[in-house]
């Protein structure tokens, strides 16, 4: 499969604001996510001096900034504030906060209020149950399962992909496949239906491996291994 033929929109997650720009050049970028942990990793220190600059750089497209407070009053003042950033800002709300208290009710009434979300960190089917019943018709928000973190648990993610599809049928909400860990997952997810897949800056370095031919890749490593080696002078005496 040709990448330029993919229905899905590829979105970017980083934490670094040039390569953020970098990946907007790119075309095939279609927008933006990061995180607290991404932007912790990236020794960002100001978070809303970070996503204002971030904001700039990605020349529109759609970019996602995360609330971080623990109480959902303190998450709703968060979310109005980042949403006054840019109209092509979503807010990224948890589907609960650290105590397992379900972020639903905070959820409804944002969207009621007409703030793009994108509900985040959801893993279970009963989770987008939940939230495939809350929304406003032809609400548009990005609802973000982690299936890269349900492989991690050594289970399939597809066929909860497919079940959150289906569980979110009748509705405009758009599933993220998150924490995507390698180029599979962009085949998977457009064949699971899911409107866009975040990915990281070492797989954007990856895309041109799609539709690869087999054979000559084959060679390409041949002669990788022979020139690695030539280059180290092993011998074998």
């Known amino acids: 499969m040709n990448i330029d033929k993919l229905k899905i929109k590829?979105?970017?997650?980083?934490?670094?604001?040039?390569?953020?720009?970098?990946?907007?050049?790119?075309?095939?970028?279609?927008?933006?996510?990061?995180?607290?942990?991404?932007?912790?990793?990236s020794g960002v220190s100001d978070y809303e001096a970070f996503a204002k600059d971030a904001i700039t750089r990605v020349k529109g497209l759609p970019i996602s900034f995360e609330v971080f407070s623990d109480d959902f009053d303190s998450m709703?003042?968060?979310?109005?504030?980042?949403?006054?950033?840019?109209?092509?800002?979503?807010?990224?709300?948890?589907?609960?906060?650290?105590?397992g208290e379900s972020s639903a009710g905070l959820i409804e009434s944002l969207a009621a209020e007409g703030i793009k979300l994108n509900v985040t960190a959801?893993?279970?089917?009963?989770?987008?149950?939940?939230?495939?019943?809350?929304?406003?018709?032809?609400?548009?928000?990005?609802?973000s399962?982690?299936?890269?973190?349900?492989?991690?648990?050594?289970?399939?993610?597809?066929?909860?992909?497919?079940?959150s599809k289906e569980l979110?049928?009748?509705?405009?909400?758009?599933?993220?496949?998150?924490?995507?860990?390698?180029?599979?997952?962009?085949?998977?997810?457009?064949e699971c239906g899911c409107e866009i897949i975040t990915v990281t800056n070492d797989l954007l370095k990856k895309l041109n491996m799609i539709g690869r031919d087999l054979k000559e890749l084959s060679l390409d490593t041949v002669r990788m291994f022979y020139n690695d080696a030539s280059s180290a002078g092993y011998k074998i005496l």
Do not use: C, H
């Open 76 to 99: 709703r003042n968060e979310a109005m504030k980042i949403s006054s950033w840019g109209d092509n800002v979503y807010v990224k709300i948890p589907v609960t906060n650290t105590k």
């Open 145 to 163: 399962v982690f299936a890269g973190r349900i492989a991690d648990t050594g289970v399939d993610p597809v066929p909860y992909m497919k079940k």
């Open 168 to 190: 979110l049928r009748g509705t405009r909400l758009q599933l993220l496949w998150a924490s995507s860990r390698e180029v599979l997952n962009i085949i998977q997810a457009e």
């Open 122 to 143: 959801i893993l279970t089917l009963e989770q987008v149950e939940t939230l495939s019943k809350i929304f406003p018709p032809g609400n548009t928000s990005i609802i």
């Open 10 to 41: 590829i979105f970017a997650d980083g934490a670094d604001v040039s390569e953020m720009e970098k990946a907007a050049g790119m075309g095939i970028i279609k927008g933006f996510t990061t995180n607290p942990t991404l932007m912790r990793k």
